[in-house]
């Protein structure tokens, strides 16, 4: 009975030690999360992908999160961006735990989005660093808005 137990504990172990380890394909993107401070606690998969273009960038979702980047969204019109889920801790946002959502083109993280783990309640968008689009754009977001319908039709 005993050599079930300490069987049945072992892979119970094994199990819980599978979620915060980080592919060998990921480390660039666990790398960029730590540069920017942040201690990753496990990687949660590919949330999804999609090729940029310029009919989506001016749709809600899209929108919203390429308008909290610090990257020209124009570059990557026609790429494919892979979304990649990571959760981690040291972030801004919360004192807890944090969902981040790295965006990945080609190998490389180019930014991503982040929301406080666990309660969907708390609605909105953030910027990889937790900041909102109000934060980080000089003007109301109906001026932004429209200003950048017009930029990505043109």
């Known amino acids: 009975m005993k050599i079930w137990i300490s069987l ?7 199990g819980c ?5 980080i592919p060998k394909e990921q480390s660039v993107l666990q790398s960029y999360l730590e540069s920017k401070g942040y201690q990753v606690i496990s990687y949660e998969g590919r949330g999804y992908r999609y090729e940029l ?4 960038i001016i749709e809600l979702p899209y929108m919203m999160y390429w308008g909290l980047q610090s990257v020209d969204p124009s570059d990557y019109f026609g790429k494919t961006i892979n979304i990649e889920q990571f959760i981690v801790t040291n972030h801004p946002l919360s004192e807890g735990e944090v969902d981040v959502a790295v965006f ?4 490389q993280p180019i930014g991503g989005t982040s929301q406080p783990h666990g309660d969907p309640s708390y609605g909105g968008y953030w910027s990889l660093d ?3 689009l109000e934060e980080l754009q000089p003007k109301s977001f109906q001026e932004w808005r429209k200003e950048w319908v017009v930029k990505y039709t043109e």
Do not use: P, Y
């Open 53 to 56: 273009t310029k009919q989506k």
């Open 104 to 107: 990945e083109v080609e190998g």
């Open 17 to 21: 030690n599978e979620r915060n380890e």
């Open 8 to 14: 049945l504990l072992l892979i119970f172990s094994l």
């Open 130 to 132: 937790g900041h909102t």
